[in-house]
């Protein structure tokens, strides 16, 4: 179709500073999009997300003139229970496989391996990444098995069945009554309060 007649006219400059504004509103608005739709125990980096432009409109005005900018974000998904095990491994000496898990893992630095060639995200057959940063490492206790050990010991030898477990930076005993000198023979009686840093949401 043609058109005959007067018409707004964009200037390339000014059609390139509002394509701008609208690229960026939208790629974070996807990426805020994606980040509240993860499944539980799954993170995004934000440099693990990848905005492509499919199209910009800019049909013809008398009055106002409209641009439209339409995109998709591809992204890469990372078991955090995976990925942690896996940095754990790689940077913890003698790393037994406990559960544990990463405080700030959110802060870590994402970066993605060139690709070499025009290949976009959603083609590429394996990926190559790092991350960087200062993890902070947080082991989660065995509540259950801290409680057998305790099961049936005397107070005064509770620093010495703590000290078996070199993860825990410190605790405190509570008996009732207080002049009880055992801890109870059941596992069931025995309530272990642990006071874990926070761990990170998905959502961040």
Do not use: C
């Not at 701008?20 to 939208?26: F, H, I, T, V």
């Not at 905005?51 to 339409?70: C, H, M, N, S, Y």
């Not at 050990?149 to 410190?170: E, P, V």
Request: net charge negative.
């Amino acid at each position: 179709g043609g058109f005959r007649g007067e018409t707004l006219v964009l200037s390339e400059p000014e059609k390139q500073s509002a394509a701008d504004e609208l690229k960026a509103k939208l790629e974070a608005e996807l990426f805020k999009k994606a980040t509240g739709q993860l499944p539980d125990g799954f993170i995004l980096w934000p440099e693990a997300a990848i905005f492509t432009v499919d199209r910009i409109d800019q049909p013809l005005g008398t009055e106002k003139l409209t641009l439209t900018v339409a995109g998709t974000l591809y992204g890469l998904l990372f078991d955090k229970s995976e990925i942690t095990k896996k940095i754990a491994e790689k940077k913890l000496v003698d790393y037994d496989g406990s559960d544990i898990y990463i405080e700030n893992i959110h802060n870590l630095k994402f970066t993605l391996a060139p690709t070499g060639g025009d290949m976009t995200l959603k083609d590429l057959p394996t990926v190559s990444f790092n991350l960087s940063g200062s993890a902070e490492v947080v082991w989660r206790l065995d509540a259950e098995k801290f409680a057998t050990d305790l099961a049936g010991q005397s107070k005064k030898d509770f620093i010495s069945i703590l000290s078996q477990y070199q993860n825990i930076d410190r605790a405190e005993l509570s008996l009732r009554p207080v002049w009880q000198r055992t801890l109870p023979e059941e596992v069931e009686k025995i309530e272990v309060k642990v006071n874990y840093p926070e761990e990170p949401s998905d959502n961040p």
